[in-house]
């Protein structure tokens, strides 16, 4: 069974920290990873990451894969409250062309 | 573009009735439509995924009798929740995905999801 976990559950940080979060996969077929960030209502997309060691940026975001542990991470540099959402990541796998997620993390950043 | 939506955005109803829910894309052609339900303070998990003119494809434990899907255009897939129980109770969120796939088959566009009360 394809699985994907993220870590830590939940996060609370002030304004300005740096965060990272943590994504593991265990799935057949893997094809991609995915980050997406979940405010009230449904995720929209940061990252897509396909080859080991490669980072992807974007503003204060960034995220890298690696295949060989068969994990990711999301860092977030100075933190706002605006980044205070559910952080899901999502193994997409080509046997089924499907996304399989993360359990997510809470993020809340105060002031 | 790119833009899926979902009707209704919340709805009640009572433990026994049937509840339908709408996905539709809205400026182009999903050839693939994905259901995921989630509950509170946990993620996403897929019910099922469906292709445009063909039966939909349940994952592991969810009852396809139950959750009834429908994927008769390619702009608009419905899940009907039958005989809805309070334990159904959650927000479902569909996807939609255009194109045969290749490189960017991973691109699934999300809809503002449902959340379902049954009382």
């Known amino acids: 069974e394809d699985k994907v976990v993220q870590s830590p559950l939940s996060l609370v940080v002030h304004e300005g920290d740096t965060v990272t979060l943590n994504c593991s996969y265990e799935?057949?077929?893997?094809?991609?990873l995915l980050w997406y960030k979940q405010e009230k209502k449904a995720p929209t997309f940061l990252f897509m990451l396909?080859?080991?060691?490669i980072e992807k940026k974007s503003g204060r975001l960034s995220s890298i894969l690696d295949k060989k542990e068969l994990s990711s991470i999301l860092n977030i540099t100075a933190t706002q409250t605006g980044d205070s959402a559910i952080y899901l990541c999502?193994?997409?796998?080509?046997?089924?062309?499907?996304?399989?997620f993360g359990t997510g993390t809470r993020l809340q950043v105060t002031l | 573009g790119a833009v899926v939506s979902q009707h209704p955005s919340w709805v009640i109803c009572k433990s026994g009735t049937s509840v339908k829910i709408e996905c539709r894309s809205l400026?182009?052609?999903?050839?693939?439509m994905f259901w995921y339900r989630q509950f509170p303070k946990q993620s996403l998990m897929l019910m099922a995924t469906?292709?445009?003119?063909?039966?939909?494809?349940?994952e592991q434990g969810v009852e396809k009798d139950k959750f009834l899907i429908n994927h008769a255009s390619l702009t608009l897939s419905t899940l009907t929740v039958t005989s809805a129980h309070p334990e159904d109770s959650s927000f479902y969120i569909c996807?939609?995905?255009?194109?045969?796939?290749?490189?960017?088959?991973?691109?699934?566009?999300f809809g503002p999801g449902t959340r379902l009360t049954v009382t």
């Open positions: 996807s939609a995905r255009g194109g045969a796939g290749g490189q960017r088959s991973y691109e699934q566009y």
């Open positions: 799935v057949t077929n893997f094809r991609s």
């Open positions: 396909t080859s080991s060691g």
């Open positions: 999502a193994a997409f796998t080509g046997t089924a062309s499907k996304l399989t």
């Open positions: 400026d182009f052609q999903a050839t693939t």
């Open positions: 469906s292709n445009e003119g063909s039966k939909a494809t349940y």
